[in-house]
């Protein structure tokens, strides 16, 4: 690929600022995205190119005519080129499987 160049994934998010040589980029490398686009908040940026990501949603139970909080914890792919703490709020997208548990890639941060 060319220096600089960034493919349009085909979903409607800004592009990072900054340019990668990671070949599971969504923008700078050959990872295609598919799926379902989730919105979530990082929990974890301790790995290698790796975070966790946390979707809370609410549960209904039918017996106590209620609502409980649940939770739900995504590996995901981190490409370099988009900067993330803990605590934000990303988009992250479905891809291939890209390890045995990462088959989401963050596409942005916050809102896109």
Same mark, same amino acid.
């Given at each position: ?18 340019? *990668?040589?990671?070949?599971? &980029? ?7 995205? /598919?799926?379902?686009?989730? /919105? ?18 609410? +549960? ?5 005519? /209620? %609502? ?5 914890? %995504? ?5 370099? &080129? ?8 990303? +988009?992250?997208?479905? *891809? /291939? ?5 990462? =088959?989401?890639?963050?596409? =942005?941060?916050?809102?896109?």
């Amino acid at each position: 690929m060319v220096e600089n160049e960034v493919r349009d994934i085909g979903v409607d998010v800004k592009a990072p600022e900054k340019s *990668c040589d990671d070949d599971n &980029c969504p923008f700078h490398g050959n990872l295609p995205v /598919r799926g379902r686009i989730i /919105r979530g908040v990082v929990e974890s940026v301790e790995m290698d190119k790796s975070v966790t990501v946390r979707k809370d949603h609410f +549960q209904y139970i039918p017996k106590y005519e /209620r %609502y409980e909080k649940r939770k739900s914890h %995504y590996p995901t792919h981190h490409p370099p &080129c988009i900067d993330i703490d803990e605590g934000d709020e990303v +988009q992250i997208m479905e *891809c /291939r499987p890209i390890s045995k548990s990462k =088959s989401y890639v963050v596409i =942005s941060r916050g809102e896109g």
